[in-house]
């Protein structure tokens, strides 16, 4: 069974740039969230979505945006990218909202 | 606000020797906590669910127990082996929301 795909990878940007990250879901997931991680502040929550509707969202401002498609799978948007954006940014998905699975993240630079 | 802590921060033992883990969370109103093992530069990898129902989740060498009532977690790994090496890091989801501690960085020396 596959796991949980994030693409790209590795992805550098310079600043005031925009960006979108892309999470493919374990198949029969309905539950898709996403995550900052920093050596800084650590893992951050940032929204968690459920059949196309977003459930939670964390403590970030506005230019950090998602979506769900009716097949699961999420995206990320970050606009008007910042020095302070470069993180490991991780997505998880959920069947029921339970237990998390991860995904390996996408590593973004801003310079 | 939930707030996470897990202390050591790091942690170096000889191969052997078993690893005890430690992890406290401010709010009881918890739906489960979770284990989870993180190598550097990559996703996180999950060791151990337990519900809020329960007390104590088991695999293989794992062992992690949840005290709600108290507001901790303790995970215990046997046998420790240099595999073994990496930041191991818990998290409580409560409100569809999960609030991650910063984590306990394990080195198990040959």
């Known amino acids: 069974k596959a796991g949980v795909t994030q693409t790209p990878r590795y992805l550098i940007k310079t600043r005031g740039q925009q960006v979108t990250l892309s999470c493919s879901p374990i198949s029969g997931h309905r539950s898709v969230s996403w995550y900052q991680q920093t050596p800084g502040q650590g893992l951050q929550f940032l929204f968690e979505?459920?059949?196309?509707?977003?459930?939670n969202k964390g403590n970030f401002p506005g230019r950090f945006s998602g979506r769900q498609f009716s097949n699961s799978r999420s995206e990320m948007n970050v606009s008007t990218l910042e020095l302070g954006d470069s993180a490991l940014y991780l997505c998880a998905s959920s069947f029921t909202g339970d237990e998390l699975f991860f995904g390996s993240g996408t590593q973004l630079s801003v310079l | 606000k939930q707030e996470v802590t897990q202390i050591p921060a790091a942690l170096s033992v000889p191969e052997g020797e078993n690893l005890v883990l430690n992890c406290s969370f401010t709010?009881?109103?918890?739906?489960?906590l979770q284990w989870f093992r993180q190598d550097p530069g990559k996703g996180l990898t999950s060791l151990l669910l337990i519900q809020s129902s329960q007390r104590e989740q088991t695999s293989g060498r794992l062992n992690a127990s949840l005290d709600k009532s108290s507001g901790r977690s303790t995970l215990y790994i046997a046998a420790s082996q240099p595999g073994d090496s990496a930041t191991y890091l818990c998290a409580v989801t409560g409100d569809y929301k999960l609030s991650f501690g910063a984590g306990t960085t394990v080195t198990v020396r040959a």
């Open positions: 709010d009881s109103a918890i739906y489960n």
């Open positions: 979505y459920f059949s196309e509707t977003q459930r």
